[in-house]
């Protein structure tokens, strides 16, 4: 993996850039310009420091209201930090306690069915496809280095990604990839939880789901993007039937984002 791909963030995990992609016509994300994470809450001194001198000036929330308040981002000074709910209730229950996710999800394989399910919504749902819709507006502005995240940075804030690199011309595969990142950034925090859930006296099918709703699996990605499909036949298309972006709006976030790498 690419050195400049994970930003050194201590108070946070599974922040990155996602630059250095590349697209069908071989230009390449730019770095600086854009970065995924998770959580911001517990973000140190020093990481502030370093986000101020990364030129980060705005950041989205893709979190519900309930979320934010429970644990609300620390942002580096005079950073925008704007609140776009890309849902509209927490339907990855990242606020629920540990009692209530036990009684939850006792059926087999009902955290994975969970999950699936909120990526088919975090397409086809109009309240998301709003907070998207403004999410773009964002990366649209003319000078401006951005950073988004939800709770863990891999479910709305991993379809906010793949929205924008389909936007850009960027292959399945590295789609594919860059959201696979996160299992390996969010290890110890998924284990730390699954290992709190075992002395709670959780059972293995109940930890199994629990673990379904922590971590990434490639098949909630694929039911995003054939939900894209089955509703528009393409990623261009449903930017422009579902996100309301023009052509012009996609040439504007292509001549912004992508550059020619010199050999």
């Not at 998301?128 to 988004?148: E, G, M, P, W």
């Not at 991993?158 to 594919?176: D, P, R, T, Y």
Request: with cysteine; glycine share 4%; net charge negative.
């Amino acid at each position: 993996m690419d050195k400049r791909r994970v930003l050194p963030v201590i108070g946070g995990y599974n922040f990155r850039d996602i630059g250095g992609y590349t697209s069908a016509d071989g230009q390449k994300i730019k770095w600086g310009k854009l970065f995924r994470t998770a959580n911001m809450a517990y973000l140190s001194q020093a990481d502030l420091l370093y986000l101020q001198e990364r030129n980060v000036d705005t950041i989205v929330d893709f979190r519900t209201p309930i979320e934010v308040e429970k644990e609300p981002d620390r942002v580096p000074k005079n950073v925008v930090d704007l609140n776009i709910p890309a849902m509209d209730l927490d339907r990855t229950d990242s606020t629920a306690d540990y009692a209530q996710l036990s009684r939850e999800y006792k059926e087999k394989n009902s955290g994975y069915l969970k999950m699936i399910n909120n990526y088919e919504h975090l397409v086809a749902d109009e309240f998301s496809n709003v907070a998207y819709r403004k999410f773009f507006d964002l990366l649209l502005r003319k000078k401006q280095t951005l950073a988004f995240h939800c709770t863990a940075g891999k479910d709305r804030t991993g379809v906010a990604s793949m929205l924008f690199m389909e936007e850009l011309g960027i292959s399945e595969n590295q789609i594919k990839h860059d959201y696979l990142i996160t299992d390996r950034l969010s290890t110890k925090i998924v284990d730390g939880k699954v290992d709190y859930m075992k002395k709670k006296g959780a059972s293995a099918e109940e930890i199994a789901n629990i673990r379904s709703l922590w971590t990434v699996n490639i098949d909630y990605l694929q039911r995003a993007i054939d939900t894209v499909k089955s509703l528009s036949g393409d990623p261009i298309t449903y930017l422009h039937d579902y996100i309301h972006l023009e052509d012009k709006d996609i040439d504007a976030l292509r001549d912004k984002y992508l550059f020619e790498e010199k050999k």
